[in-house]
């Protein structure tokens, strides 16, 4: 073989080398990615592409993309792995998450969706702009969690959800016993941008708040004594609605301007003093004004609420087996150190693999044990 030929062939091997470690380099990067196609827009998405090693039974999943929308939050995370993980285990439909974040829990957040059985869900990680509350929230100690600026994520869901017709909004501290596609199938009557779970039609509400006065009424979260409330002509007596769960109709929303309304009363809030915080709930008051007699109801059990109220069980084993979606409103949350029902909620979560967020009860039963 002449030199010629051998400088041939090697060149030949060179490049086929080079584009074995090309290939190699690029499904490498592509299993560190999520499966998630990349947007832009007010609040910047995190870019995530397809996942091609995937379990068929997941990949295969099809029908209309149901959007669902939950905030996740450093303190809180571990609540949001669970729900999310509780949804996709009891569904076959084509569901993608909309999880919505700050800056500092992005690694954090991204690592624990990388491990266990969530590994190949569809979600976008979603940074919320906190500019977007300038001059709509006061600051409150006496708030707590509910001034947190992820509380107010679902006020802003067409720009979350740019592309989306519908999606299901739902908090942090709830598990998922149904199939998600019969809450995304909730009828919405014409003209109506959202359906909620009424309080005064609720079992688990009727059980709750019975004696605790009016939280079940307009009068219980807004002041009345204010003239521009009066104004609104809204009776007090009217059943207020539970804002935790909701099914949105994003094209009526921005049709009605609803994210604009919302944040008028939040300015409104900021410089009068409209709400009373008796039920606990900043995020509640101006969803009751734009929304009032102008929602459509979901079903009771797909949110069966108040399990955070307090630490016993006032539900039957039964109620609670039937129950759709289970809600740990309340102080008692459900990765506390006390709370109702935490064997519920503890078969979905995951441990996370980062050690950062721990069962409070977990934790303090160890140290006993020592």
């Known amino acids: 073989m002449s030199f010629r030929k051998v400088n041939i062939v090697i060149l030949i091997l060179a490049a086929v080398l080079f584009l074995l470690v090309l290939h190699h380099n690029f499904l490498s990067l592509s299993s ?3 499966n998630e196609v990349s947007d832009s827009g007010v609040l910047g998405f995190q870019p995530i592409a397809f996942v091609p090693n995937a379990p068929r039974h997941l990949v295969d999943r099809k029908g209309e993309e149901i959007p669902v929308v939950i905030a996740a939050s ?10 999310i993980n509780s949804i996709q285990h009891n569904t076959h439909s084509n569901v993608i998450f909309y999880i919505v974040t700050l800056n500092n ?21 979603i940074n919320f702009d906190t500019k977007l509350l ?10 707590g969690e509910s001034m947190k600026p992820l509380t107010f994520a679902r006020f802003y869901l067409p720009i979350l959800v740019p592309s989306a017709k519908k999606a299901i909004y739902m908090d942090d501290d709830v598990i998922v016993q149904g199939d998600i596609l019969a809450l995304y199938n909730t009828p919405l009557k014409p003209g109506h941008a959202a359906a909620f779970s009424d309080d005064c039609d609720s079992t688990s509400t009727k059980i709750l708040i019975r004696g605790a006065g009016n939280q079940y ?8 004594r204010k003239e521009r409330i009066r104004k609104l002509s809204m009776k007090a007596s ?3 609605f539970n804002p935790g769960v909701f099914v949105a109709n994003l094209t009526e929303w921005k049709r009605q301007n609803i994210t604009s309304q919302l944040e008028k009363w939040m300015k409104l809030h900021v410089e009068e003093g409209l709400y009373r915080t008796l039920a606990g709930s900043i995020t509640t008051p101006p969803l009751l004004i734009v929304f009032y007699q102008q ?3 979901i079903d009771p059990m797909w949110n069966v609420r108040h399990l955070g109220s307090s630490i016993g069980k006032r539900y039957s084993p039964q109620f609670v087996k039937a129950a759709k979606l289970l809600h740990w409103n309340g102080h008692f949350k459900p990765w506390g150190r006390t709370a109702s029902y935490p064997d519920i909620w503890e078969k979905w979560f995951i441990p996370d693999p980062t050690g950062k967020f721990s069962l409070i009860r977990r934790h303090t039963e160890m140290s ?3």
Do not use: F
């Open 32 to 34: 560190l990615l999520r």
């Open 74 to 83: 450093e303190d809180r995370l571990g609540g949001t792995i669970a729900a």
């Open 105 to 125: 829990t992005v690694d954090h957040l991204r690592s624990w969706l990388n491990s266990g059985s969530l590994k190949y869900i569809k979600y976008k990680i």
């Open 134 to 143: 300038e001059g709509k929230v006061k600051e409150d100690p006496d708030q």
């Open 217 to 224: 009424n307009y009068i219980g979260h807004l002041d009345y």
């Open 238 to 240: 009217t059943c207020s």
């Open 295 to 297: 929602h459509s109801t």
């Open 368 to 370: 006993n044990i020592k």
